[in-house]
């Protein structure tokens, strides 16, 4: 029996900050990695690469925080439609495949009292 090795192929995931005028903070991690929070204004995007399992199974979740409002996603995992770009507006966030010109709302800001921060 012969294997052949799954060639290293790279995927990226952006979300970059549409909002009006406020600094958005994002944190992303996967099961084995923590990504760390960013602050982001206007504008800036946060990016990273990574080599998917060979098995198909690597899932990437963000949370996002803007002053009393909160929202977590999937940003990306590999069984799914896979989105690349995801972009944070004043009504949530939205995302866009790899090689479709259209963008697709994924979820609504929630809002979230003092205490639950």
């Not at 995931?13 to 929070?37: P, Q, W």
């Not at 803007?66 to 896979?82: H, I, N, P, Q």
Request: charged share 25%; with cysteine; proline share 3%.
């Amino acid at each position: 029996m012969i294997f052949m090795a799954r060639p290293s192929i790279q995927d990226s995931v952006y979300v970059t900050n549409k909002l009006r005028d406020k600094m958005l903070m994002v944190h992303c991690r996967s099961k084995d990695d923590d990504l760390g929070a960013h602050g982001l204004a206007v504008g800036e995007s946060f990016e990273w690469s990574f080599d998917p399992s060979w098995l198909g199974e690597t899932l990437f979740w963000c949370s996002l925080a803007v002053e009393d409002k909160r929202l977590s996603f999937v940003a990306y995992y590999e069984g799914d439609m896979y989105t690349e770009y995801w972009y944070v507006h004043d009504d949530g966030v939205y995302g866009q495949t790899r090689h479709a010109n259209a963008t697709f709302y994924e979820a609504p800001w929630r809002r979230v009292s003092p205490r639950q921060y």
